[in-house]
């Protein structure tokens, strides 16, 4: 998979996946977000809006739908772990094809049930540390200095990925400061 041009879904565009779907695309990814109707509706028309300190407020265009209907190169899995079931629904193995699933949930077991429903060799585990909200459906807070990803997988070499934020909101590097002296206490 190259890291030109990629075509993403999230399925579950909330706090994480809202903000991941944001940043890739503004990256210049293609996304597609998959969500119930009425915010799949939203993601179309207003595309999502994110506020961050760290990677600054911006509004980024993005696809959505109900369902995925076309391969991508990979679809991220954002959903609540007591919800995969259901979303999983959205996202037929067929229409995957051979598409890289991260999932980023709480807890151990998901990928093996992955694995029993998709080509095994496609689930790639991630985590993900961030503080990350949707306020509303397309508006997103991100309100952690950080976020960075790790991913692993047997098709996928271990991976740290630490998006970077826009070059004019980059914090200046601290001052140099020349050595100071401190008193010398105690007998000479």
């Known amino acids: 998979m190259a890291n030109d041009d990629l075509t993403v879904a999230i ?3 909330g706090g994480v996946g809202g903000l991941l779907a944001a940043l890739l695309s503004r990256a210049g990814h293609r996304v597609i977000c ?3 109707e009425e915010t799949a509706n939203t993601l179309r028309t207003n595309g999502i809006r994110v506020h961050s300190t760290r990677f600054g407020d911006f509004t980024a265009p993005v696809e959505a739908d109900t369902e995925l209907r076309e391969p991508v190169d990979a679809c991220l899995i954002t959903v609540k772990a007591t919800t995969l079931d259901q979303a999983l629904t959205r ?8 598409g890289l699933l ?9 990928p093996a049930h992955l694995r029993a429903h998709y080509t095994p060799a496609q689930v790639a585990p991630a985590i993900i540390r961030v ?3 949707r306020t509303a459906p397309g508006v997103i807070e991100h309100g952690s200095p950080f976020a960075e990803i790790d991913l692993t997988g ?3 070499p271990a991976h740290v990925w630490t998006p970077s ?3 004019s909101t980059r914090p200046a ?15 000479r």
């Open 11 to 13: 399925l579950g565009p």
């Open 34 to 36: 998959l969500a119930g």
């Open 91 to 98: 996202v037929p193995a067929k229409a995957l094809a051979d």
């Open 102 to 110: 991260v999932p980023f949930l709480n807890g151990v077991e998901h």
């Open 131 to 133: 503080e990350s909200t």
């Open 154 to 156: 047997d098709p996928v």
């Open 165 to 167: 934020p826009p070059p």
């Open 173 to 187: 590097p601290p001052p140099r400061s020349s050595p100071t002296r401190r008193p010398r206490s105690g007998p």
